[in-house]
């Protein structure tokens, strides 16, 4: 059996853990459960953007031993929501990202000149699929995603699961907050519940 891609022991903070898990490669794993029962502050703690204590490796290398801006990009936090420093969405992406750009976006229903809109003037979904696009255009490992869809039309998330899956054929790891079975039924191979900080299998 191959080893784990990323590794997780003894995870926890003062709002949840401790968290104990294993995510291979091509492996998507979701999490289920109420606002507020700790699915961010898990995500959160593992990319490392929350203060906490245990142990988390990336292909058996200690997190302790990456810089932060590497293990960053090598693990990406993706929240439901996210932020936007610049008025466009072009700003946010480097000139070698071209080629990656003209061939994800068509495949979201996003338009190339999405780039040059004002964010502000974007639709909540659309911030979302270019979030996306954003964090696959940083060539990560390992995926933790924030309810995605959770702004998308059915067929807008259909397409982003459709990238999601080629993406995982390809070797990332997904770990996936949703607050919908069936999702966490069409892309994973296990799920989780967080009750009150705690994960419990499903």
């Known amino acids: 059996m191959s080893s784990p891609l990323l590794s997780i022991r003894g995870l926890h903070s003062a709002f949840g853990g401790p ?9 998507c794993v979701a999490v289920l459960g109420k606002s507020g029962s700790g699915k961010s502050v898990l995500l959160r703690l593992i990319a490392d953007m929350d203060p906490g ?24 936090y993706q929240a439901a929501e996210p932020a936007w420093w610049a008025p466009d969405a072009a700003a946010h992406f480097r000139p070698g990202d071209a080629a990656l750009i003209h061939a994800l976006l068509p495949t979201l229903d996003l338009a190339l000149d999405v780039l040059r809109v004002d964010i502000a003037r974007l639709s909540t979904g659309e911030r979302q699929r270019l979030a996306l696009v954003r964090s696959l255009a940083r060539a990560p490992r390992v995926l933790l995603l924030d309810e995605p869809t959770a702004s998308l ?41 967080m009750i009150e900080g705690k994960l419990h299998p499903l």
């Open 53 to 76: 204590t245990g142990e988390v490796e990336l292909e058996g290398r200690s997190r302790d031993s990456w810089p932060a801006p590497e293990w960053r990009r090598r693990v990406v």
């Open 19 to 27: 968290f104990d898990m294993e995510i291979g490669h091509g492996e």
């Open 153 to 193: 039309d059915p067929a807008s998330a259909s397409a982003m699961e459709a990238l999601l899956r080629n993406r995982l054929d390809a070797g990332l790891a997904i770990l996936l907050v949703t607050h919908s079975r069936e999702q966490a039924g069409r892309m994973s191979r296990r799920a989780f519940e």
